[in-house]
């Protein structure tokens, strides 16, 4: 069964940078793009961009560039998401998707989810 | 870009119906049939039950549907039960090749 496994909470300071990773079993990892999204407590999804994980290939809203580096390990099947630059506004659980519908092709909507990362950002 | 505008909370009893709405524009909802549905117990991360406007994934019920009228999408929940208590998005893709999603609503089964 596809499984997506993500990182640990992590307590970060302003102007730190942190990194979540998020593991994919149980699928072909090459073949689907893997997003990544966020949300901030008591609030909605927020969606941050996607990763080719074959190509190394990424996207990312405008809100997020320059601040925002997706990439992917192949040999350990695995995604990861980097954040700079935190600030407290970024506190948020951080979610990494993918659906398997279709091999390489990029789709709007998400099957299978991590169990998402908490990300504090607090002095 | 501004959120799809979702109706802060909604309620019913177990066994009607209700109707949730989802209001976008042009660029987005009323432009594309990539509108999709989630649903988001407290605690754990959303599951999908709407894509492409109307489809269902295999193993949700068919008691939730999903259409669009112009800029406007809805999710219909049949025979409202006690477990779909939960938040519920919709999101769409956009005319800046993004995803954006609706501040959510919270459906409480009375």
């Known amino acids: 069964q596809v499984q997506l496994v993500q990182s640990g909470a992590e307590v970060k300071k302003p102007g730190a940078s942190v990194k979540v990773s998020c593991k994919a079993s149980?699928?072909?990892?090459?073949?689907?793009?893997i997003h990544w999204l966020r949300q901030a407590p008591g609030q909605g999804l927020e969606w941050m961009g996607w990763?080719?994980?074959?190509?190394?290939?990424?996207r990312y809203t405008q809100q997020f560039q320059g601040r925002v580096t997706m990439t992917s390990d192949t040999s350990v099947s695995s995604a990861y998401m980097e954040l700079s630059r935190l600030r407290s506004a970024d506190t948020a659980v951080y979610y990494c998707?993918?659906?398997?519908?279709?091999?390489?092709?990029?789709?709007?909507?998400?099957?299978?989810w991590g169990q998402g990362a908490l990300v504090t950002v607090s002095s | 870009q501004s959120a799809l505008t979702q109706p802060a909370s909604v309620s019913g009893a177990p066994g009607q119906s209700i109707t949730l709405s989802c209001t976008g524009t042009?660029?987005?909802?009323?432009?594309?049939?990539?509108v999709s549905w989630y649903q988001q117990h407290p605690g754990t991360a959303p599951k999908l039950i709407i894509y492409?406007?109307?489809n269902r994934p295999s193993g949700v019920s068919n008691r939730f549907s999903g259409s669009k009228s112009g800029d406007t999408a809805s999710l219909t929940i049949s025979g409202l039960q006690a477990g779909d208590e939960a938040d519920y998005y919709c999101s769409s893709y956009t005319s800046r090749n993004t995803l954006l999603f609706g501040g959510g609503t919270k459906l409480t089964v009375l």
């Open positions: 990763i080719n994980p074959n190509s190394g290939t990424t």
């Open positions: 149980g699928y072909s990892f090459t073949g689907y793009y």
């Open positions: 042009g660029r987005d909802v009323g432009g594309y049939n990539y």
């Open positions: 492409d406007v109307t």
């Open positions: 998707a993918t659906i398997t519908m279709f091999r390489g092709v990029i789709l709007p909507y998400f099957e299978y």
